[in-house]
C-alpha cells in the first residue's frame, strides 16, 4: 500500500481501501473466532496493522485519532468485527445437534477453578452485551444430498 500511494500522487482512498478489504483483511481476520481469546498484545499487533493502513489510505498524520481514521474510510474497528465472528460461529455450533461444541453449551461448567477465557466463554459475554445480533440470525438450512436423484455412488 505504500508503494502505492503517495501525498501528491498515486492511487486515491477508493482504490487502497478496496487493496486493504479484498487482501490484507482476510489475512488479519483468518481464525479470528478461534483467537478470540489471545492475549491483548496479540490482539494490538492486529489493530496496528490496520491502523497503519488507515493513515496510508487517508494520508493522516500518526496523532490523528483512530476513531477519525475509522469514520473518514468507513472500516470497522478489528474488536467489532471479531465480536461478530465469535457470535456468528457460536450460533453455527448452536445449529449443528451432533457438534461437540453445542453439547458444551448445554452442560454446566465442570471446572469453575480455572481462570483461563474459552470460546464459550466469549459468545455467552458478547450475547449479554449484543442482544440485537443474536436477532439476527438466520435460519438453520435443509441439508442436501450430495447424490443426484437416480445416480449412485458419489456426485464429482
Not at 11 to 22: E, F, I, P, Q, S
Not at 44 to 53: L, P
Not at 141 to 154: A, M, T
Request: hydrophobic residues 30%; aromatic residues 4%.
Amino acid at each position: 500500500m505504500k508503494k502505492l500511494a503517495g501525498t501528491h500522487w498515486g492511487a486515491n482512498l477508493d482504490v487502497l481501501k478496496t487493496m486493504y478489504v479484498g487482501r490484507i483483511r482476510p489475512t488479519l481476520e483468518y481464525g479470528m473466532a478461534a483467537t478470540s481469546t489471545a492475549s491483548k498484545t496479540q490482539k494490538d499487533k492486529r489493530n496496528r496493522v490496520q491502523n497503519q493502513a488507515m493513515r496510508i489510505m487517508t494520508g493522516a498524520l500518526c496523532t490523528t485519532p483512530i476513531s477519525c481514521l475509522e469514520t473518514i474510510t468507513g472500516l470497522q474497528s478489528l474488536e467489532e468485527r471479531a465480536d461478530i465472528k465469535v457470535l456468528t460461529q457460536a450460533a453455527k455450533y448452536n445449529r449443528l445437534p451432533e457438534h461437540p461444541i453445542n453439547n458444551r453449551t448445554r452442560i454446566p461448567k465442570r471446572h469453575p477453578e480455572l481462570k483461563k477465557s474459552s470460546f464459550l466463554k466469549e459468545a455467552k459475554k458478547l450475547g449479554k452485551e449484543y442482544p440485537e445480533l443474536l436477532d439476527q440470525i438466520p435460519e438453520p438450512l435443509q441439508q442436501v444430498s450430495l447424490n443426484p436423484p437416480g445416480k449412485k455412488g458419489p456426485y464429482i
